[in-house]
């Protein structure tokens, strides 16, 4: 129903700045909200940041500051600013989107974007 794409990873030096895309198409009915996550090798999937229908945006406490979640509701599309980046936020960033259809909320993953951050 919903395909979500990331781009924008790549390979930058500690301190340097990254912005992720993450485009939805498809059947979308009601979002209720998207985010950002990150999976590093060696450890769990964890949540990056968040933003919600009304606009209200949640951080991870490792990255606030550096890190500015935003969309383009017009373009389904959803955006992560990384600025001053450290090589500990090395890792494969995925996109989620949630969205309410008929009183039940379905979760949706994009494929993933490398992030490496190495001198």
């Known amino acids: 129903q919903v395909q979500l794409v990331e781009s924008g990873g790549g390979l930058v030096q500690p301190g340097g700045s990254l912005r992720l895309s993450c485009a939805a198409s498809g059947s979308i009915f009601s979002i209720v909200n998207m985010g950002w996550f990150r999976q590093a090798p060696g450890k769990q999937r964890e949540l990056v940041a968040t933003?919600?229908?009304?606009?209200?945006?949640n951080y991870r406490d490792s990255v606030k500051g550096r890190f500015t979640i935003s969309r383009e509701n017009a373009k389904n599309t959803m955006y992560l600013q990384m600025n001053n980046l450290k090589p500990e936020d090395t890792a494969v960033y995925t996109c989620k989107l949630a969205e309410l259809r008929l009183g039940a909320v379905s979760a949706y993953w994009g494929q993933g974007t490398q992030v490496t951050v190495s001198s």
């Open positions: 933003i919600q229908s009304s606009g209200t945006t």
